[in-house]
Each structure stands twice: as C-alpha cells, then as structure tokens.
C-alpha cells in the first residue's frame, strides 16, 4: 500500500492527513536507514498515528514523552540496525524556578514560550509544582530557551537544563463525582463532569471543543462508556468510572474522575 493509498484509509479530516503525511515521512525515512522522529503529539495525534502505523503493518517505532505517564508524546521510527535501547530522545528537560508566592499555571509557561514564536509541537509536556516547572522541549530549542525564558506571568524565571530522570512530575489532583443522569449522553455525563449546564456542554460539543477518547467529537448524543475519557479545551479532562445502574427515580448511577 503506498502513501496516497494509507492516508485515503486512515485519514479522518483534511488537517489529520496532513499530520498523518508528516508522520509517514519519518517512517519512510527510517525505512532508508535514517532515524527519525515525529515532534510532540498530543494524545488526539498519537491516537490518528497508531491507526496509520497498524495500517502499515506496524513498522518498527517507539514512543516517548521524556517520563512514564507522559501527555505529549514523539513517535520515533527505527531503521533495521537500531535498536531501541540505543535511541536517544531528540528531546531534554528544563527545570524552572521562581519566588514560591507567585502562584504559576500551566497557562502562564505556555504562553511565555508560545509568545516568544514557537510551535507548540517543539514542546512537550509542562509539569507545574510548587515553585517549579520541568518542560520538555527539543533539544535544539533548549539553548534559545536556557538564554530567553526569563519569566512567566509575573514572576521571574531560573531555568537550568536537567537529565529526564530528573524529572519531577506533580502528583495529580483528582476530584470524584458521583451522580446521576438521564441517559450515557455526551453532553449529559459532560455536564455532570465538569459541573456545568447540559445546554453549554452541548454548546461547546458542537463547537469542536470536546474529544471522547482523545478523538475530536460533535456529536451530543455520542454514548459514552464506563472507562471512556472526556476532554474539554477550557475545561480539562474527566473519566467515566463507574455505571452502576439506576436509581429510585429511573436515572443511570454513575461515578466520574475529574482531573483538577
């Protein structure tokens, strides 16, 4: 099966074909011996790649985000010779400290580097404590920073180049929700997710803002599973936990993780 062909089968959406021909070129250039790898994906992306990589048979390839439980992630193609204990990332991490009575989100750092004119690709993820951050970045991208990235919001910034197995993620704060609803509608566990009206989860639905299961979804009516993931630009990210039958009333008892 050629490129055209693969991308005909798998592509979803004008803007996932163009992902997905950047991410066979790196495969066909593993393929002529050269090691290549993808820039940061988010989880939507990597979902469209591994469609394309099991469609193609599965060429050789690893994934990396730089630490175990990594959002963002590169996919590295390998040619036959390399194996994967010798592939380096193409990838580093940057530690960055300020006064701790600043109060820093994932926002503020993100901005700061996008402000400054880079693509979100060439960062991975940002891992906000308190009065640290880790940020994963390419590697040709870590001078530029090291030099540049002197302040986020309104805090002035320190930031030094760390080894990945230095690298400090903080622990996630989860909320449990336990509720019911009238049917295993999108829009309905949504709006118990991230407690918010019915009517706006659907609003912002249709709107392209919502993925099920890292894929984009506009559908309000979509049914969603016990274990299926809900995210939501604007609002995080809540998993569908528990169905645990219905109530007095005749509504579905469900148990929800919501990411704070």
């Known amino acids: 099966m050629n490129k055209t062909e693969l991308l005909n089968q798998v592509a979803q ?3 996932e074909r163009q992902l997905l021909a950047r991410v066979w070129d790196k495969a066909e250039q593993a393929q002529r011996g050269v090691p290549a790898c993808t820039p940061f994906l988010s989880q939507s992306q990597q979902e469209a790649a591994g469609r394309l990589i099991a469609a193609a048979g599965h060429p050789r390839h690893m994934w990396s985000g730089g630490f175990a439980d990594a959002e963002r992630k590169v996919c590295c193609f390998l040619p036959d010779w390399q194996e994967e204990e010798d592939v380096e990332p193409p990838f580093t991490a940057l530690r960055c400290r300020w006064q ?3 109060a820093l989100s994932h926002r503020d750092f993100l901005g700061s580097i996008l402000g400054q ?4 690709e060439k960062v991975g993820d ?8 880790d940020i994963l970045v390419f590697r040709d991208l870590a001078p530029y920073l090291l030099q540049n990235l002197t302040g986020a919001g309104r805090a002035k910034l320190r930031v030094e180049e760390i080894s990945l197995e230095d690298i400090a993620p903080p622990e996630k704060t989860v909320k449990r929700v336990n509720d019911t609803v009238s049917s295993p509608r999108l829009d309905a566990v949504m709006a118990s997710g991230f407690s918010t009206g019915r009517s706006k989860a ?3 639905i249709s709107a392209g803002k919502v993925e099920l299961n890292h894929r984009p979804c506009l559908k309000p009516d979509r049914t969603v599973n016990e274990g299926d993931v809900i995210t939501c630009r604007g609002l995080g990210k809540c998993v569908l936990k528990e169905v645990n039958g219905l109530s007095k009333k005749g509504r579905i008892i469900i148990v929800l993780e919501r990411y704070l």
Do not use: N, T, Y
């Open 13 to 15: 959406s004008p803007e």
């Open 202 to 204: 659907a609003g912002l």
């Open 117 to 120: 004119g880079i693509d979100r």
């Open 100 to 102: 701790s009575g600043e």
């Open 126 to 133: 940002i891992l906000v404590g308190q009065g640290v951050c």
